[in-house]
């Protein structure tokens, strides 16, 4: 059974600092994404990431995959307050058509 | 620029009621699901559909049933609405080709509250 895992499920970070959230999976996988959700809101498309050493950037966020280590990581860079908001990574493989989301990371980004 | 829709956005409903939450897509896409949050939660994947008349169960069981009649249409109903329903409800679909295969869209969520 496919199981996902992220941590930590919530961080606090100041603004300019840089930090990283972990995104692991227990099998094989063939595409892994990372979703963005303001509170109350649905869930924005930010990555995907289809094969071993993806690595995709968008302003000051940056997503990198390792399916060997099973192991995706969306690291933040000088963070500012915009940034506070729910990020989910989510696990898919085509057989099984079906997207697994993790538990998700709240980030709130304070002054 | 989403091009898919879900109605209502909102919904408060007694115990007992009967209710449907819309989800409309207008992009051609086959495959579309459902999934069902609760605040601050991760999402569960509750049912799926691979095209017109093609409805299967998610990973989360759920007393929920959908329907898949027209490519762009996969409605969810509650037959008799209990306070456990109590959820946000956000539909998706994705395509079948290229890249636009590897993304799944989401719509912006039925959030239902049964008293």
């Known amino acids: 059974e496919l199981k996902v895992e992220q941590n930590p499920l919530f961080l606090s970070m100041q603004e300019g600092k840089n930090y990283t959230i972990y995104c692991n999976y227990s099998t094989t996988s063939d595409r892994l994404y990372w979703y963005r959700q303001d509170p109350g809101k649905s869930l924005e498309s930010l990555f995907v990431l289809l094969s071993n050493g993806a690595v995709k950037q968008e302003g000051r966020l940056m997503a990198s995959l390792d399916t060997k280590a099973r192991l995706s990581t969306l690291h933040i860079t000088a963070a500012v307050h915009d940034l506070s908001a729910t990020y989910f990574c989510a696990v898919g493989r085509w057989d099984t058509d079906k997207l697994i989301f993790g538990t998700g990371t709240r980030l709130q980004v304070f002054p | 620029e989403a091009d898919i829709y879900q109605t209502p956005r909102y919904l408060v409903i007694g115990t007992g009621k009967k209710i449907t939450l819309e989800c409309s897509q207008t992009m051609g896409h086959d495959k579309m699901y459902w999934y069902q949050q609760d605040p601050g939660m991760e999402l569960h994947l509750i049912h799926y559909s691979y095209g017109v008349n093609s409805t299967e169960k998610g990973d989360l069981s759920s007393e929920s049933t959908v329907s898949r009649i027209r490519t762009e249409h996969f409605p ?27 993304v799944l869209t989401f719509g912006a969520g039925s959030r239902l509250t049964v008293l």
Do not use: K
């Open chain 2, 76 to 102: 969810l109903t509650l037959e008799s609405a209990r306070p456990s329903h109590t959820s946000q409800y956000l539909c998706a679909s994705r395509g079948d080709a290229g890249y636009r295969a590897n």
